[in-house]
């Protein structure tokens, strides 16, 4: 139990007899180096011969990532052999003693493959851009842009193998047990059943746990060459420098306007830093396309054009982070909103309203199917709470204060299935075709999002190695216990207590009775695991089928039944409203109030649905204002301790927090939930933003890059202030 | 993040204290309350072939009047101010967290010495004498202009102790003002600046801006520096703010 | 010897093993999780004689003869803190990871007689981060605690 200290996380399970790990990892960005004399328990590419980490689809370049360095290192802390000691002390002590001779590569493109440094590139058009930017009374440009930053998961990775007889089990920290065990047997050419992976208790995902490493590759290869037991337990200056980033990104968008300020079409271009390699399972692609495919989609375009690209760079590899690529969407989209409505002379709240899309189903000009919605009544909802706020603002002002507003509306997608992802080229694993009760379901997900899209689905990305379903097993015992198993696995969201909530509601049943299992691939049915917040789409929706059929078969005891579903990408949705002071002294910028209307369709567990828009609107602060991974000219990370990277503490959230609900149920899913893991931070990227913004507008500020710092807003004010009349 | 093996010592009196950095001068860290030592242990950015654990050494914790031992916590000064001037009470909720403040150190933060920490800030603007120990040329009494060298750098030799800081008597009609600011508490200071106003006398102190704390003479330029958080242009601008701001809380205080 | 919840255990580890590690690995006491290592998450706050500390600034060789109270010391006879009960009914936790720092900080705040409020707490909380929960729900724990009634 949690509150007293007795789960199990990675590094508290006991291992009898395994050795710890410690990488030894490259201190500089691009360089060469050749094969030394290893000590003895010292271990690099060649001791191990491990396939390299590849994933493939269109408009990829694949890029080859040995999981230990094969003579070239690409970004400072990419590993480069493995030390294995009795402790983590004496591993340190004993990767510390190794020394290769490195040689500085310059002028050289990361991968050969890419020569002009392009990992990913996509275009798109819909409707008649041409033309309507012709019919256009005014257009609008602006580039925004969004800061490097990381999941930082309080629990760091871990991952721990030893072998079973002819097996290999892996314990891992990680939301993705299935797609870990399919690139761990991969690169071990080994049958993808002769690998166990259980998930032990994980401390926080948040899109980090949702790769697979190349950490996890080399310690199951490592048990299985000793033949005993072998643990990595990461530290955090690894997980700062060397797990995954996300987020950063340029965006340029034009936007044509009629003259009554009803948005006719956008013109974007989306270049996201995705680091040194491709990161498995989602990609390049994931942010440039989540966040092309994500700008606008709350409203009415006529046309849309998009031309994204993910470009390589000798930093850590980027991949998802709460939200992923529909941060930067929803931010830009909604700082140009306000911009507009500036330009205009128009409340933005009023721009908001007349721009959304109020019908549905409706098929946006990106090609995004949106399911259901309400998004004038998101915006109602805001309206009283709306005005008390310019009422404080006001009188804020008027005592020489920067008060100021932002509004966040956006649409999001989660749940995305594996139609979606054949039809961009995605090979799913055998053996989950069945076809009923497939739901579409690409909500744009607060949650470990991958496979980022924008306004078009994940058409296009090709990632190969999501297989795209969820599914769900339900037994019962002799005893008439129900035993619930499924494809996810959380890190903190409280699955089981929402699985419970359900068995009760669809058996009949006393939730005490229920046993829930997630994160073992010899007992839970195989899917996607848990990201793009496709819990509450294809999971949730798994899990409803089986309940049924075990109910219609009058809970029999020794019945065992799995459903997986394929689901259909839907559309999650939200507005956010924020009030943030910036003080004159110091410019720095403080949330006082904050106000989300959500809508994730129906609501199961409305005190889970809660939880996660509180935390996600905490990291969506986090990634306005604070968080931001900084390399120094020299290549070198910046960011290597928590004074550093700095995330929301206690006194960074506002005081008063007001939570709403909207339900549109969604008509693809079992009951009708969407996932709202990841619309809290979505929203915060909007409202805060431009909360910040609308704060220090009156001294003629216009801010385009984030994360919005004491530092960036004195700048901007300065060089406002600086301008003539 | 695990630290690179050392000898560790626990002397029981000052006298042993010194007869081990003596011995072992350069190759020896003194141990305080930790909390800027063994970040830097753990991330083996300092690899110390020993460790004089100073907990025990009583020496170091005694208090007179206005002069504090350099064991002396921050939480213990925290509750029980007596003898601290009112720059230096109003400083101590800034330092860290409390959790940080139940066992740092004035002395560990004055040896440590990191430029945007307050204690070296309090010294310099309170003109506080620091007392230093060893056991071959025993002690010698510095101003804090003499025992500031750099930043991270004091004038402590290897074999030497920092033993005690001495702070003036606070006159009736003292006036003062301290301000700093963070992005977050228990951050480190992005510009900090205090100022006493003793007989008519002012005195103001910058801190966090630039390398090294800074005493302002009239018509003194700010030294600033730039790093990830801040700009040096932002924090000239702010340092400026916060003095004009202290000097202001020094001519409304009593 | 080194007390830890009330007992006793020799501290035989090398110098460099922190409090934090000790716990851990040589008690197997793993309610005390490893953040960062360097002092700012607040993951491993433990009670050393009454005070919250972090747990990886300490050797344990520092910690001999006096005493530490973790996560897995606050439930009395089986029955857990009133601090550990509020966090359960105020969803003061998700992932958990956390949770026994807070529950360090929080007891060490709660006796030591401070006044706390919705005004400072979140202040006397700043040196514990969470990634999960957004804050709220741990200050309304405490909150609780101070006042039964509320």
New interface residues.
């Given amino acids: 139990m949690k509150v007293l200290g007795t789960a199990l996380y990675l590094a508290d399970l006991e291992l009898p007899g395994a050795l710890e790990a410690a990488f030894v990892r490259s201190p500089v960005a691009h360089a060469t180096f050749s094969p030394i004399a290893l000590p003895a328990g010292v271990y690099d590419a060649a001791s191990l011969g491990l396939e390299p980490i590849t994933v493939e689809g269109p408009g990829l370049v694949v890029s080859r990532w040995p999981p230990l360095a094969e003579g070239r290192v690409r970004y400072p802390a990419e590993a480069v052999a493995v030390a294995l000691a009795a402790d983590r002390h004496h591993a340190e002590d004993l990767a510390e003693s190794v020394f290769f001779d490195y040689r500085p590569v310059t002028g050289e493109p990361l991968h050969p493959e890419a020569p002009d440094g392009v990992l990913f590139r996509h275009h798109f058009t819909g409707g008649d851009l041409t033309g309507e930017l012709g019919r256009a009374a005014r257009v609008v440009e602006r580039t925004f842009r969004t800061a490097r930053q990381t999941p930082l998961p309080l629990e760091n990775r871990g991952v721990a193998a030893a072998p079973d007889g002819g097996r290999l089990t892996v314990w891992t920290s990680t939301q993705v047990p299935h797609l870990a065990r399919a690139l761990i047997a991969r690169c071990l050419r080994l049958p993808e059943d002769a690998v166990r992976v259980i998930t032990p208790e994980v401390g926080g995902g948040f899109g980090l746990k949702a790769h697979v490493f190349p950490e996890e590759v080399v310690v199951a290869a490592l048990a299985l060459k000793l033949g005993r037991p072998v643990r990595w337990v990461e530290d955090r200056r690894e997980n700062l420098l060397a797990s995954a980033h996300a987020h950063e990104e340029e965006v340029g968008i034009k936007l044509a306007l009629d003259g009554d300020g009803r948005f006719l079409a956008a013109d974007a271009t989306v270049v996201a830093d995705v680091g040194a390699y491709s990161i498995f399972p989602f990609s390049a692609a994931l942010e440039p396309m989540t966040t092309a495919q994500t700008l606008f989609g709350p409203y009415a375009l006529r046309a849309f054009r998009f031309a994204a690209r993910g470009v390589a760079s000798s930093r850590c590899p980027a991949g998802a982070y709460r939200g992923v690529g529909m941060n930067a969407a929803a931010y830009a989209t909604e700082r140009m909103v306000d911009i507009v409505a500036a330009e205009l002379g128009l409340d933005p709240l009023e721009l908001r309203r007349r721009n959304v899309v109020a019908e549905f189903p409706f098929r946006s000009a990106a090609g995004r199917n949106l399911d259901s919605g309400d998004y004038r009544g998101l915006l109602d909802r805001l309206e009283p709470g709306y005005g008390e706020l310019r009422r404080r603002q006001a009188s804020a002002r008027a005592e020489g204060r920067l008060v100021g507003i932002g509004i966040g509306i956006f649409n999001e997608h989660s749940g995305t299935g594996a139609t979606e992802y054949r039809g961009r080229g995605v090979t799913a694993i055998p053996g989950n075709d069945r076809a009923e009760g497939r739901l579409v379901g690409i909500g744009i997900g607060i949650f470990n999002e991958h496979s980022g899209t924008g306004a078009t689905e994940y058409r296009g990305r090709g990632v190969t190695a999501i297989p795209g379903n969820d599914s769900a097993r339900v037994r019962v015992s002799a005893e008439g216990r129900i035993e619930i198993f499924t494809s996810g696995a959380e890190a903190g969201q409280g699955h089981p207590e929402t699985y419970r909530l359900l068995a009760a509601r669809e058996l009949g049943v006393e939730p005490a009775l229920v046993d829930v299992l997630e994160g073992d691939t010899d007992a839970c049915p195989p899917g996607s695991g848990t990201f793009v917040s496709r819990g509450a789409v294809g999971g949730l929706s798994s899990l409803v089928e089986a309940l049924r059929e075990v109910a219609e078969m009058d809970l029999a005891p020794g019945l065992d039944v799995t459903h997986s579903v394929d689901p259909r990408q839907v559309y999650p949705s939200g507005a956010h409203l924020a009030l943030v002071e910036v003080d004159t002294t110091a410019c720095i910028p403080r949330v006082l109030a904050y106000h989300a209307v959500e809508d994730c369709g129906t609501i199961v567990n409305q005190a889970a649905v809660e939880d996660q828009v509180r935390g996600g609107i905490a990291m969506g602060i986090g990634g306005v204002l604070l968080e931001e991974f900084a390399y120094g000219g020299d290549g070198q990370p910046l960011s290597s301790t928590l004074l550093d990277y700095l995330v929301p503490l206690a006194t960074d959230m506002p005081r008063d927090v007001t939570l709403e609900h909207i339900e549109s149920p969604s008509p693809y899913t079992a009951l009708g939930s969407k996932g709202v893991g990841e619309g809290g931070t979505i929203g915060a990227f909007a409202a805060v933003a431009n909360a910040v913004a609308d704060a220090v507008a009156p001294l003629g500020v216009t801010l385009t890059d984030l994360p919005y710092s004491p530092d960036r807003i004195f700048t901007a004010i300065e060089a406002a202030q600086a301008l003539p009349g | 993040m695990k630290a690179a093996p050392f000898a560790y010592h626990r002397p029981r009196s000052l006298d042993e204290a010194l007869d081990l950095l003596a011995e072992h001068g350069g190759d020896a860290k003194a141990l305080a309350g930790g909390q800027s030592l063994v970040p830097l242990l753990a991330l083996r950015l300092a690899q110390p072939a020993v460790i004089v654990d100073l907990a025990e050494v009583p020496e170091l914790k005694q208090r007179t009047g206005g002069r504090v031992g350099a064991m002396v916590t921050n939480a213990a000064l925290e509750r029980d101010p007596a003898g601290l001037p009112p720059p230096a009470v109003a400083a101590l909720p800034h330092i860290g967290h409390f959790q940080v403040r139940n066992r740092g150190t004035l002395g560990g933060s004055l040896a440590h010495l990191d430029p945007a920490a307050e204690w070296p800030a309090l010294a310099l603007l309170l003109d506080a004498r620091l007392t230093l120990r060893s056991r071959d040329r025993g002690e010698r009494t510095l101003t804090p202009a003499e025992f500031i060298r750099g930043p991270l750098t004091t004038a402590l030799e290897p074999d030497e102790l920092l033993t005690s800081v001495a702070f003036p008597d606070w006159p009736a009609d003292g006036r003062w003002g301290f301000a700093e600011v963070a992005r977050r508490p228990g951050d480190f200071a992005l510009a900090g600046a205090a100022c006493t106003v003793l007989d008519g006398r002012r005195r103001v102190v910058v801190f966090a801006a630039g390398r090294l704390p800074q005493l302002l003479a009239e018509g003194d330029p700010i030294a600033v520096n730039g790093d990830l958080h801040a700009g040096a242009a932002y924090r000239l601008a702010i340092a400026g703010r916060l003095v004009e701001k202290v000097l202001a809380e020094a001519g409304e205080r009593p | 010897m080194i007390t830890v919840n009330g007992r006793p255990h020799p501290v035989d580890v090398?110098?460099?093993?922190?409090l934090a590690?000790f716990l851990?690995?040589s008690l197997?006491?793993?309610?005390?999780?490893?953040?960062?290592?360097?002092?700012?998450?607040?993951?491993c706050?433990v009670l050393?004689d009454g005070?919250?500390?972090?747990s990886?600034?300490?050797?344990a060789?520092?910690a001999e003869g006096h005493e530490v109270r973790?996560?897995?010391g606050m439930?009395g006879e089986g029955r857990?803190s009133p601090l550990?009960?509020a966090?359960?009914r105020r969803?003061a936790?998700?992932?958990?990871?956390?949770?026994?720092g807070f529950?360090a900080?929080g007891q060490a705040l709660l006796d030591s007689g401070r006044t706390l409020s919705?005004e400072n707490?979140?202040?006397?909380?700043?040196?514990?981060?969470?990634?999960?929960?957004?804050?709220?729900?741990?200050?309304d724990a405490l909150l609780d605690v101070v006042d039964p009634g509320r």
């Fill in positions: 090398e110098p460099r093993v922190t590690d851990r690995d197997r006491l793993t309610g005390t999780h490893l953040g960062c290592e360097h002092g700012v998450c607040g993951a706050t050393l005070e919250a500390v972090r990886c600034l300490v050797f060789v520092q973790t996560v897995e439930s857990p550990q009960l966090f359960e969803r936790f998700q992932c958990g990871f956390c949770t026994p529950l900080t919705r707490l979140p202040e006397l909380l700043a040196g514990n981060i969470c990634r999960c929960t957004g804050y709220a729900p741990i200050i």
